[in-house]
């Protein structure tokens, strides 16, 4: 009998064959809003918690604090809940009401404040108070070695070593970091492809840190290639994966797909996979797909 944490991890692949301009490149999709959680995010939340657990550093009568933008919050809360961890979530206050209700309903305290850094700024206040504990999915090595463990190689099976190149958003970076690490170590001449928002462009999930903000984790040298993704172009994408594919996923998902589309038209040949990082449904209050 499985158990939740078991189902976190091996979501599928699928082919994008309907959007694909290039015959000669194959597209796939890797579904991570097939996680339990609903995102990708879940495999980093079991690594830090498991982490902070087994190294001691998440004692008993310790709260969790972490700044998020959504997926990684309500990946906490669920895994928190099962360890009876309590946990407080720290969010910007454009976050959607569905986003909040889910951390919510897993038992987390929900804190909103005006930014992503203000979010972060809150969570490091409320550290130096004493009780709290931060897993700082930023500067976590546990972020992207969840994806060492198990994206990268789930990929890597299931094209049977054919990938040629991997497509994500970055955010935190662990997802692109951790699967970056993988591949090149299976093959070097796969390209990773990152994509970040054009200037000015809002993307949820998908950032272009300040310097002074930019994730301790990310390596930039582990990132052949940077793409940049304007809203619109994401929004447009994300409603054709629902529309064409029958793909419902958010507005980060359609920024990797944007990106992974373009690329393909430019390639005479290759095997392309791009993280489709969560559901639609957490956006349906927003007008991502009004």
Same mark, same amino acid.
């Given at each position: 009998?499985?158990?939740?944490?078991?189902? &976190?991890?091996?979501?599928?692949?699928?082919?994008? %064959?309907?959007?694909?301009? %290039?015959?000669?490149?194959?597209?796939?999709?890797?579904?991570?809003?097939?996680?339990?959680?609903?995102?990708?995010?879940?495999?980093?939340?079991? !690594?830090?918690?498991?982490?902070?657990?087994?190294?001691?550093? $998440?004692?008993?009568?310790?709260?969790?604090?972490?700044?998020?933008?959504?997926?990684?919050?309500? /990946?906490? /809360?669920?895994?928190?809940?099962?360890?009876?961890?309590?946990?407080?979530?720290?969010?910007?206050?454009?976050?959607?009401?569905?986003?909040? $209700?889910?951390?919510?309903?897993?038992?987390?305290?929900?804190?909103?404040?005006?930014?992503?850094?203000?979010?972060?700024?809150?969570?490091? /206040?409320? &550290?130096?108070?004493?009780?709290?504990?931060?897993?700082?999915?930023?500067?976590?090595?546990?972020?992207?070695?969840?994806?060492?463990?198990?994206?990268?190689?789930?990929?890597?099976?299931?094209?049977?070593?054919?990938?040629?190149?991997?497509?994500? !958003?970055?955010?935190?970076?662990?997802?692109?970091?951790?699967?970056?690490?993988?591949?090149?170590?299976?093959?070097?001449?796969?390209?990773?492809?990152?994509?970040?928002?054009?200037?000015?462009?809002?993307?949820?999930?998908?950032?272009?840190?300040?310097?002074?903000?930019?994730?301790?984790?990310?390596?930039?040298?582990?990132?052949?290639? &940077?793409?940049?993704?304007?809203?619109?172009?994401?929004?447009?994408?994300?409603?054709?994966?629902?529309? &064409?594919?029958?793909?419902?996923?958010?507005?980060?998902?359609?920024?990797?797909?944007?990106?992974?589309?373009?690329?393909?038209?430019?390639?005479?040949?290759?095997?392309?996979?791009?993280?489709?990082?969560?559901?639609?449904?957490?956006?349906?209050?927003?007008?991502?797909?009004?």
């Amino acid at each position: 009998m499985a158990t939740l944490l078991d189902l &976190v991890g091996n979501t599928p692949l699928i082919e994008l %064959n309907r959007l694909n301009p %290039n015959p000669n490149v194959t597209v796939y999709g890797k579904l991570e809003g097939n996680n339990p959680g609903g995102s990708v995010k879940d495999r980093a939340a079991v !690594s830090m918690i498991q982490g902070a657990l087994s190294r001691g550093e $998440l004692q008993p009568g310790m709260t969790l604090v972490e700044a998020t933008s959504g997926n990684t919050g309500i /990946a906490l /809360a669920m895994i928190a809940r099962l360890y009876d961890i309590p946990i407080e979530l720290v969010m910007p206050e454009n976050s959607t009401r569905e986003r909040v $209700l889910t951390m919510e309903a897993f038992g987390a305290k929900v804190t909103l404040t005006e930014t992503i850094e203000s979010a972060r700024d809150y969570a490091d /206040a409320q &550290v130096q108070k004493g009780g709290y504990l931060m897993l700082n999915q930023f500067a976590n090595p546990d972020n992207y070695l969840a994806h060492y463990r198990t994206t990268g190689p789930e990929i890597w099976r299931d094209t049977a070593g054919k990938i040629t190149h991997f497509v994500s !958003s970055m955010g935190t970076t662990g997802t692109i970091m951790g699967t970056s690490r993988y591949l090149k170590e299976q093959n070097p001449d796969i390209q990773i492809v990152g994509c970040q928002p054009t200037d000015g462009s809002s993307i949820p999930g998908i950032r272009k840190w300040p310097v002074e903000y930019l994730p301790k984790i990310f390596e930039p040298q582990r990132v052949d290639r &940077v793409m940049e993704v304007s809203a619109e172009e994401a929004t447009l994408m994300t409603r054709k994966l629902a529309n &064409v594919e029958g793909v419902f996923a958010g507005m980060s998902s359609g920024g990797s797909v944007h990106a992974a589309l373009q690329l393909a038209q430019e390639l005479e040949s290759g095997v392309i996979v791009c993280i489709i990082c969560d559901r639609g449904d957490r956006y349906l209050s927003s007008d991502l797909f009004g």
